[in-house]
């Protein structure tokens, strides 16, 4: 059973604590040694990708302090029972379960009567067949044309990573003509920003999409109210000219 404290209270830490400001990276990187450092400081990762971690403020005996400090708080079997579906999140006595989305290791993992690897497998299926139905023209609008325009609803994480990469791949998509739909972001809790984005926007070209990893994200809920109102008050406005 693993043991839960904070990092700062452990041996390791503290020993990493007065390592601190060793290492010159301008120094590290100038030196004759350079390239044997940016050679070996490289990990190989997934789809050809390569993590290199050369100019970052690390030599052998910080690498083996952080080696350590991993061992002492167990770091391996911590992120085994978060896979696993253990209760980690300590403070609200619960599973922490958004990496499903992202791959399927360990164990099924049971909670309310389901087995939230299959649910995740499935949702993810659902997403697909949305996305498919709206790109290929199967779902239109009410006059029958194609959405061009998406609009995400989100906070925190729930905007950040989608948005991250919409912005990474949005050039690339478009150089390689797999481009489909122009992405737009609300997240901030300044109605004027909400505002300005949904008047950008081809309303009778949009989706909206609300992101909530808990489905009662205040934020979320208040910006989402504030879109069906900006539209609502635009319907009633054409209807009455």
């Given at each position: 059973?693993?043991?839960?404290?904070?990092?700062?209270?452990?041996?390791?830490?503290?020993?990493?604590?007065?390592?601190?400001?060793?290492?010159?990276?301008?120094?590290?990187?100038?030196?004759?040694?350079?390239?044997?450092?940016?050679?070996?400081?490289?990990?190989?990762?997934?789809?050809?990708?390569?993590?290199?971690?050369?100019?970052?403020?690390?030599?052998?005996?910080?690498?083996?302090?952080?080696?350590?400090?991993?061992?002492?708080?167990?770091?391996?079997?911590?992120?085994?029972?978060?896979?696993?579906?253990?209760?980690?999140?300590?403070?609200?006595?619960?599973?922490?379960?958004?990496?499903?989305?992202?791959?399927?290791?360990?164990?099924?993992?049971?909670?309310?009567?389901?087995?939230?690897?299959?649910?995740?497998?499935?949702?993810?299926?659902?997403?697909?067949?949305?996305?498919?139905?709206?790109?290929?023209?199967?779902?239109?609008?009410?006059?029958?044309?194609?959405?061009?325009?998406?609009?995400?609803?989100?906070?925190?994480?729930?905007?950040?990573?989608?948005?991250?990469?919409?912005?990474?791949?949005?050039?690339?998509?478009?150089?390689?003509?797999?481009?489909?739909?122009?992405?737009?972001?609300?997240?901030?809790?300044?109605?004027?920003?909400?505002?300005?984005?949904?008047?950008?926007?081809?309303?009778?070209?949009?989706?909206?999409?609300?992101?909530?990893?808990?489905?009662?994200?205040?934020?979320?809920?208040?910006?989402?109210?504030?879109?069906?109102?900006?539209i609502k008050k635009l319907v009633l406005?054409?209807?009455?000219?």
């Amino acid at each position: 059973m693993v043991t839960w404290a904070n990092a700062d209270t452990l041996s390791s830490w503290k020993k990493l604590m007065s390592l601190k400001g060793m290492v010159s990276v301008k120094e590290e990187l100038s030196s004759r040694d350079a390239v044997k450092r940016i050679r070996e400081y490289s990990v190989p990762m997934a789809e050809g990708l390569t993590y290199n971690y050369a100019a970052k403020q690390v030599n052998e005996q910080i690498l083996k302090t952080l080696q350590d400090l991993s061992d002492e708080s167990e770091l391996l079997e911590k992120f085994a029972a978060l896979y696993n579906g253990e209760v980690v999140n300590t403070g609200e006595k619960r599973m922490v379960l958004h990496h499903l989305t992202r791959g399927q290791l360990g164990n099924d993992v049971m909670a309310d009567g389901t087995n939230k690897r299959d649910f995740y497998i499935k949702e993810q299926k659902r997403i697909a067949e949305f996305a498919d139905k709206v790109h290929s023209g199967k779902l239109l609008n009410e006059k029958g044309e194609k959405y061009t325009q998406v609009c995400q609803i989100g906070i925190g994480g729930s905007d950040l990573g989608p948005r991250a990469m919409y912005l990474a791949l949005e050039n690339w998509a478009k150089a390689n003509n797999t481009f489909k739909m122009e992405a737009h972001f609300i997240s901030n809790v300044d109605p004027d920003d909400g505002a300005a984005v949904v008047a950008s926007l081809d309303l009778a070209h949009t989706i909206f999409i609300l992101v909530s990893k808990s489905g009662t994200t205040l934020e979320t809920l208040t910006n989402e109210s504030f879109v069906k109102d900006f539209i609502k008050k635009l319907v009633l406005m054409f209807q009455s000219t």
